[in-house]
T-cell receptor
Framework: DGGITQSPKYLFRKEGQNVTLSCEQN?????MYWYRQDPGQGLRLIYY???????QKGDIAEGYSVSREKKESFPLTVTSAQKNPTAFYLC??????????????FGQGTRLTVV | AQSVAQPEDQVNVAEGNPLTVKCTYS??????LFWYVQYPNRGLQFLLK??????LVKGSYGFEAEFNKSQTSFHLKKPSALVSDSALYFC?????????????FGKGTKLSVIP
């Protein structure tokens, strides 16, 4: 089955540690996104990538890093510089071929908790 | 910069009554508009989209939305609400043909359908 997979579903991190969230898609989509979701604040864009080896900062990129070495994968690292990392993280992908207007597909999310 | 506003944090409606979830947007050019639904601790599921053409678009589960360019709105509607429609609803916008695929979401509206 084609889809977008985020792992793990739940993640616990000690303060001061870096942690990496995985996002993999087998939909052959060009663009991939990372969003952070907090109660009452909706989805805020962290980073997005339209092509391999290229990515752009979103609205809240500070304290996060990404890489796009393969089309299928877009891992997000939450660094120790992110002061309030506890949140629900969502990954999405979007096909760019065939013209605009396509909808994005979402993974099931990773809930990160700092302990 | 593009933005989405969902003016109601919560909408309550009785089962069987019509429902409306409001969304207004701001983009420099023409918009692509989307509605998504989220159930607790899950990713977002696509409901419907406006790309071009008919201002009334129909989507999954009996939902529809009306694009109004003069009011920059894209309200989600359903003629008869079901208890199972209770969820968090997000409106999103992307600028058409901009060369950038940044997808911006509103803060979400919690819909509660009361039996």
């Amino acid at each position: 089955d084609g889809g977008i997979t985020q792992s793990p579903k739940y993640l616990f991190r000690k303060e001061g540690q870096n942690v990496t969230l995985s996002c993999e898609q087998n939909l052959n989509h060009d663009a991939m996104y990372w969003y952070r979701q907090d109660p009452g604040q909706g989805l805020r864009l962290i980073y997005y990538s339209q092509i391999v080896n290229d990515f752009q900062k979103g609205d809240i990129a500070e304290g996060y890093s990404v890489s796009r070495e393969k089309k299928e994968s877009f891992p997000l690292t939450v660094t120790s510089a992110q002061k309030n990392p506890t949140a629900f993280y969502l990954c999405a992908s979007l096909p760019l071929a065939g013209g605009g207007g396509k909808e994005a597909f979402f993974g099931q999310g990773t809930r990160l908790t700092v302990v | 910069a593009q933005s989405v506003a969902q003016p109601e944090d919560q909408v309550n409606v009785a089962e069987g009554n019509p429902l409306t979830v409001k969304c207004t947007y701001s983009v420099s050019g023409n918009p692509y508009l989307f509605w998504y639904v989220q159930y607790p601790n899950r990713g977002l599921q696509f409901l419907l989209k406006y790309i071009t053409g008919d201002n009334l678009v129909k989507g999954s589960y009996g939902f529809e939305a009306e694009f109004n360019k003069s009011q920059t709105s894209f309200h989600l509607k359903k003629p008869s609400a079901l208890v199972s429609d209770s969820a968090l609803y997000f409106c999103a916008v992307r600028e058409a043909g901009a060369g950038s695929y940044q997808l911006t979401f509103g803060k979400g509206t919690k819909l509660s359908v009361i039996p």
